[in-house]
């Protein structure tokens, strides 16, 4: 079956990094846009980031723009979140999600993962 695993998570200080992984197994990896949300506790699911089968396209949500980096490896089956300048509002579960082709609506996304921690300390 299809799995999406997440990682990389934890807690870090204001203006520190994280990188998060995404693990696909059970689908057809380089055939699938791949995408980055999160969800803080009391808010709705929220876009962060998605990239294109290739790699080739990309998009970032304004309020991670220049901060946040979104890159996959069809060869390991695997997409990336780079976060640099961590602020206190970063902090959420980010989950990876698989859509038949690139987009940033939560709903259109055909497969997720557990989702990973992320915690900024101010």
């Known amino acids: 079956q299809v799995q999406l695993v997440e990682s990389g998570g934890g807690v870090v200080q204001a203006g520190g990094s994280l990188r998060l992984v995404c693990a696909a197994s059970?689908?057809?990896?380089?055939?699938?846009?791949m995408g980055w949300f999160r969800q803080a506790p009391g808010k709705e699911l929220e876009f962060v980031a998605c990239i294109s089968r290739s790699g080739g396209d990309m998009e970032h949500a304004d309020s991670v723009k220049d901060r946040f980096s979104i890159s996959r490896d069809n060869g390991k089956n695997m997409v990336y979140l780079r976060m640099n300048n961590l602020k206190a509002e970063d902090s959420a579960v980010y989950y990876c999600?698989?859509?038949?082709?690139?987009?940033?609506?939560?709903?259109?996304?055909?497969?997720w993962g557990q989702g990973t921690q992320v915690t900024v300390s101010s």
């Open positions: 999600g698989a859509r038949r082709g690139i987009g940033f609506v939560p709903h259109e996304y055909s497969y």
């Open positions: 059970g689908l057809p990896f380089s055939l699938w846009a």
